[in-house]
């Protein structure tokens, strides 16, 4: 069974930083990884998605790798600004359509 | 404007009275989910359908139903809700094959 792990699970870091999320999955049989912000009580916002067989994404100041043999992608956020202050989620599309999450990394930017 | 709706957005109930919460996408995706979302628990699968009449549990099931007799709507049904079934609720939906997951907003559920 497919298992999502976010490291860490909260971050603080002061306004201006540059700041790397991770998430690693243990069956590499992946279809795409998903990664997306969630606002306190709020849905879940797509922001980047990347296919089986892609390497990266970009959006922006928001930058997705994902390296499927070693079952790791990180989310790269630059600059970062109060406003990205929310929760952020990797998701793993497996086959059969079933997405997997992981738990999270709650992320804090100090004005 | 693409997007998975949900209805309603907050709701209380009280134990053992059967609801519906009503979730519509208008992207023509044949692939439709229900997750909850618990505190330490993250987002659980409670339900799919990979088209039309074709639904199918997920990894927490129990206590709820569902329906796909079209295929913009995906309701969920709580025949007889209990407290634990307190849960922030969300739909989602995707073409097949996947090419990434769209959510609603949610619907915040209390059953008291």
Request: glycine share 8%.
């Amino acid at each position: 069974k497919q298992e999502v792990t976010q490291i860490p699970a909260a971050l603080s870091v002061p306004e201006g930083e540059n700041l790397v999320l991770n998430c690693s999955f243990t069956d590499s049989a992946i279809y795409n990884l998903q990664w997306f912000r969630q606002d306190p009580g709020k849905g879940l916002t797509s922001l980047l998605l990347i296919q089986s067989s892609q390497r990266e994404q970009t959006s922006g100041r928001l930058n997705a790798s994902l390296d499927k043999s070693s079952g790791r992608s990180t989310l790269y956020i630059a600059a970062s600004q109060p406003g990205d202050s929310a929760t952020y989620l990797c998701a793993v599309g497996n086959a059969g359509n079933m997405l997997t999450f992981g738990g999270g990394t709650r992320l804090m930017v100090k004005p | 404007e693409a997007q998975v709706t949900q209805n309603p957005r907050y709701l209380i109930t009280v134990t053992g009275k059967k609801l519906t919460v009503t979730c519509s996408q208008n992207m023509n995706h044949e692939y439709m989910s229900w997750y909850r979302q618990d505190p330490g628990l993250g987002l659980r699968q409670i339900y799919y359908s990979m088209n039309v009449e074709v639904t199918d549990k997920g990894d927490v099931p129990e206590g709820y139903k569902v329906s796909r007799k079209e295929k913009r709507n995906f309701p969920l049904i709580l025949e007889s809700p209990s407290p634990n079934q307190t849960s922030l609720y969300f739909c989602a939906s995707s073409s097949l094959p996947n090419y990434g997951y769209t959510f609603g907003s949610g619907t915040r559920l209390t059953v008291v």
